[in-house]
């Protein structure tokens, strides 16, 4: 069973960073696209960050150009950073990957860490 374990979330201030981190295990991380979900109160998750096997991201566009996904192969590990953090963001984040292909395929997800912003 493939497990995707975040940390790093907090409480931050606005104008504020942080780092998160996915550590993933049970699985060839290397040749699998990664994602970051958030999920806010009485709002539906929603796609923040993604990144391929190969390296190429693709972002939401609330977060374009302040947060940043990248992936350490060596150590299974995908990050997101984020900067200049808003109250907006406030959220549970979520890792996620789609093990499988066209015919059958699994999704897994992170148990979530909290990011809170203040104001």
């Known amino acids: 069973q493939v497990q995707l374990v975040e940390s790093g979330g907090g409480l931050v201030q606005a104008g504020g960073s942080l780092r998160l981190s996915c550590a993933a295990s049970r699985i060839i991380f290397r040749v699998v696209a990664m994602d970051w979900y958030r999920q806010a109160p009485g709002k539906q998750r929603e796609l923040v960050a993604a990144i391929t096997a190969g390296g190429s991201t693709n972002y939401a566009s609330s977060v374009k150009g302040r947060f940043t996904i990248s992936r350490d192969n060596g150590k299974n590990t995908v990050y997101l950073q984020m900067n200049s953090l808003s109250p907006e963001d406030t959220a549970v984040y979520y890792c996620?990957?789609?093990?499988?292909?066209?015919?059958?395929?699994?999704?897994?997800w992170g148990q979530g860490t909290q990011v809170t912003v203040s104001s």
């Open positions: 996620h990957t789609r093990v499988g292909d066209i015919i059958s395929s699994n999704d897994y």
